[in-house]
């Protein structure tokens, strides 16, 4: 049995070079600049209607952590990165995503906008290593 037999698709992102990159989520296709369009002075903050009409935003601190909050005056945290560490400063552990569990209704949208702001953070600060 193939793997893939066991999944279903959520969501994609088609990664454009050049030009916007494109979400595929509910049957909906959305470009990435006007789905996700960056905030801020150097753009380190990506904002988004959830599929409660709230809005949320993801902020790429410069201290490696990627939060989701809610874009409103409350700015309640949602979600939150924390980068893997091999122990030689502080204590070892592997990268996870915190999620608090009033956001799990639209569990699938912040994991696909989680790794589409990964992706450009990990762009920005020079992490990607890959070809």
Same mark, same amino acid.
């Given at each position: 049995?193939d793997m893939?037999?066991?999944?279903?698709?959520?969501?994609?992102?088609?990664?454009?070079?050049?030009g916007?990159?494109t979400?595929r989520?509910?049957?909906?296709?959305?470009?990435?600049?006007?789905?996700?369009?960056?905030? +801020?002075?150097?753009?380190?903050? *990506?904002?988004?209607?959830? !599929?409660d009409?709230?809005?949320?935003?993801?902020?790429? $601190?410069? @201290?490696?952590?990627?939060?989701?909050?809610?874009?409103?005056?409350?700015?309640?945290?949602?979600?939150?990165?924390?980068?893997?560490?091999?122990?030689?400063? +502080?204590?070892?552990?592997?990268? *996870?995503?915190?999620?608090? !569990?009033?956001?799990?209704?639209?569990?699938?949208?912040? $994991?696909? @906008?989680f790794?589409?702001?990964?992706?450009?953070?990990?762009?920005k600060?020079?992490?990607?290593?890959?070809?």
């Amino acid at each position: 049995m193939d793997m893939r037999d066991q999944f279903d698709v959520m969501g994609e992102i088609e990664w454009h070079l050049i030009g916007s990159s494109t979400f595929r989520l509910n049957d909906q296709e959305m470009q990435s600049n006007e789905f996700l369009p960056s905030r +801020g002075i150097l753009g380190r903050r *990506r904002t988004f209607t959830g !599929p409660d009409g709230c809005p949320y935003g993801w902020n790429m $601190v410069f @201290t490696k952590a990627v939060v989701l909050s809610r874009d409103d005056e409350s700015r309640a945290e949602l979600a939150r990165y924390h980068k893997g560490s091999l122990g030689i400063v +502080g204590p070892k552990h592997k990268p *996870r995503l915190d999620v608090d !569990p009033a956001a799990e209704h639209m569990l699938d949208l912040i $994991v696909l @906008t989680f790794v589409y702001v990964e992706k450009i953070r990990t762009d920005k600060d020079g992490e990607n290593t890959g070809p």
